[in-house]
Nanobody, 126 residues
Framework: VQLQASGGGLVQVGGSLRLSCAAV???????????VSWYRQAPGRQRELVAE???????TFADSVKGRFTISRDDAKNTVALQMNSLKPEDTAVYLC??????????????????WGQGTLVTVSS
């Protein structure tokens, strides 16, 4: 399984961006996403959890983004989106998605695992 993160870019203060995390199954298998999370890491700072969504749609947000960010999932497409509004300079970071999932192989094997995407850079200019 690969996680492909996209949607980052340069935006002005107060602007919006929509990040997407797509889970791609290896050939011959299918996947079911469980908990999917977005983290971010700014230069010189620790990685922090930004938002998370469980398989039943329960969401969690960091206090710093509550009311500005939303997270949603489309299980038919194995994608999770992070909508970021009212962006601030302190939101500047590399955003990474992480997913717990089950992978179902054609031979009946079921594997549970966690994967990370490659990250997408968000820069908010003042």
């Amino acid at each position: 399984v690969q996680l492909q993160a996209s949607g980052g870019g340069l935006v002005q203060v107060g602007g919006s961006l929509r990040l997407s995390c797509a889970a791609v199954a290896t050939a011959g298998s299918r996947i079911r996403l469980n908990i999917v999370s977005w983290y971010r890491q700014a230069p010189g700072r620790q990685r922090e959890l930004v938002a998370e969504i469980t398989k039943d749609g329960t969401t969690t947000f960091a206090d710093s983004v509550k009311g500005r960010f939303t997270i949603s999932r489309d299980d038919a497409k194995n994608t999770v989106a992070l909508q970021m509004n009212s962006l601030k300079p302190e939101d500047t970071a590399v955003y990474l998605c992480s997913a717990y999932f089950w992978a179902f192989s054609s031979d009946g094997t079921v594997v549970g695992a966690r994967e990370w995407g490659q990250g997408t850079l968000v820069t908010v200019s003042s």
